[in-house]
């Protein structure tokens, strides 16, 4: 693998994540416990949709052939997706939304500061944008977490619930493959080690002060880096592509 | 004062064209026509967040995913600030939930058709919010000062509305056979329902007269109504389509489009519960509301803990 | 069960449109606690980068004038002229005054 797939896997994966996740939330409109949150969680949505199109066009351009962001989202099939498993996973309720937010905010937060180092410009400048947002984001799941967790008896059993049903997918968030190795050696990535180490500590500290007890590390589940999936992923594209598949010669 | 020397004083201040302000005395019923329209007008804001919902993970592109949902969050917004606005003559958001969940206070029956294809996506922008504009540019004028102001703000930010929804039926008007008869099917099947939103003619409209004198509407149903046809008939000669009404016609002398008659009885139907998803949509918005209890109980279960340690 | 529910408590929102300019109210919104009542406001009120700063208050803590006061209050202000610029003569050909 030479620099310049590598670095359009890596788009690809980045992109990835923020349009399943964001597609999740999206699924969210006019379903929130209050109209204030519908807001917050669509502006979140926005956000990641938004970035996942730059980070698919500078795909397209990495790569060269003349695709379009759209032809990356809505013409690639299962196993040709690198989002987490985390990121697919459905929406539950409002808890799970919440600590799945959480854990990827934490991440995406330490990632994109770490992303700024870049020497590939564009991704720089990406994650100069990506880090305002997710610095709000983070905020928001950070508050909800708090409240959730030290909130009532039931806000605090369904939190815990949540973490503890979703800590298996977290271990995934800091894989690393070929793509990242080489990467890595040309300064474009950060690694996803340093990266760790932040995140479980502020994992920690939210999680202690919101009173939910933090999950022993066991089995992670693992597979997206190679395009393997959950059930879920399939549902989500066929959703999302059925009109581009349906009337493939048609312009949207 | 007596309540009729103050009518006449209030009626004056109308007529003057001054705004009335949250703490002005008003007479009870111009109250209560205030917060049964504003709360309507809140509910349809809110309620029509989901046909268009509908598709945003089927939007056919990445840009009009985010445009749809960037559009459906305005409505959102929308819905909150006419809450917000009601909430200033002494009723609470509660209150009007409760209302809409118990089927005492109504929304726009347009939301209770259903959006079928990607096209009523199209429709939607178009026509419903276009018909709602033609509305809200002209309660900007109404009398009651808050409600004004949020009009205002709304108007401001439905500028783009309409033109999301029209650049996507010109899009498939112009496109593959199949999505220019998508475009044709979807305004077939919106154009009527769009009309019936400015409601009864103002001859069968029992509230109409009251709320003109209050100039809390500005124009009359039938007026709204032939605004919006005039300014419509172009729109959809440019794209290509066809509107479904056989008596569309100019009227030189009149200076405005004749056009048939309105389906009054599937009108009131629909007003009345039976369109195609009165019940879908009211159960949607109890559900999400249902299970958003124990969020918002533990929000305020938090902030109490919070003031006490200060408190203490 | 939603006759015990509740949508939070009101907060008034202020909205710095750019530094320097006043504070100008903007809406309402609910909100649990100052937190967010902020956050709040700021996702529904600078969704078109309305704003550079927010303050939030709960609603009951807003103290506002009576309307049958307002003679009282705001007319006495109106014969006084001498507050105004306008009131005073200058000299033909005074500059910079």
Known sequence: MDTKEALFKYCLRLADNNLVLGHRLSELCSNGPILEEDIATTNIALDLIGQARHLYQYAAEVEGKGRTEDDLAYKRAEREFYNTLLSEQPNGDFAVTIARQFFIDVFDYYFYKELLNSKDERLKELAA?????????????????????????????????????????????FEMNEVDEILIKEGIAPNLNDI????????????????????????????????????????ILAEMQYLQRAYPDAQW | MENQELEILFQQKIDREEKIEPKDWMPEAYRKHLIRQISQHAHSEVIGMQPEGNWITRAPSLRS???????????????LYLYSAAETLGVTRDEMLNALHEERAKYSSIFNYPTLTWADIGAVGWLVDGAAIVNQVSLQRTSYG?????????????????????????????????????????LNRFWWPSLMMFGP????????????????????????RQKFVDKTVQQVEVIGLTIPDPELKWNEEKGHYDFGEINWDEFYNVISGNGPCNKQRLSHHKKAHDNGAWVREAAEAYARKKQKSVAA | MSKQDNQWPLWEVFIQSKTGLPYKHAGSVHAPDKEMALQNARDVYTRRSEGTSI????????????????????DPANDKVYRHPTFYVMPEGAKHI
């Open chain 3, 55 to 74: 303050w939030v208050v709960l609603s009951d803590n807003i103290v506002a004038s009576n309307p049958d006061d307002q003679e009282a209050f705001f």
């Open chain 1, 196 to 235: 760790k180490t932040k995140w479980e500590s502020k994992v920690s500290e939210v999680l202690a002060e919101s009173t939910i007890t933090k999950p022993e590390d066991g089995w992670m589940q693992t597979g997206s880096r190679k395009g393997m999936h959950s059930e879920h992923l399939g549902y």
């Open chain 1, 129 to 173: 944008r990506a880090i305002k947002e997710v610095t709000y984001h983070l905020r928001h799941s950070t508050q909800w977490i708090l409240r959730l967790g030290d909130g009532t008896e039931e806000s605090h059993k369904r939190l815990q619930t949540a973490v503890d049903g979703l800590w298996m997918y977290t271990g995934e968030l």
């Open chain 2, 201 to 224: 003619h103002d001859s069968d409209s029992a509230h109409s007269a009251k709320a003109m004198r209050w100039k809390i509407k500005r124009e009359t149903n039938d007026e709204l």
């Open chain 2, 65 to 79: 995913k985010v445009v749809l949902l960037a559009k459906i969050q305005d409505e959102a917004g929308h819905g």
């Open chain 2, 146 to 186: 808050p409600y004004s102001r949020g009009m205002v703000r709304i108007c401001k930010e439905e500028s783009f509305h309409q033109r999301q929804g029209y650049e996507i039926m010109a899009h498939m008007a112009q496109g593959t056979p199949e999505q220019k008869a998508m475009a044709q099917d979807a």
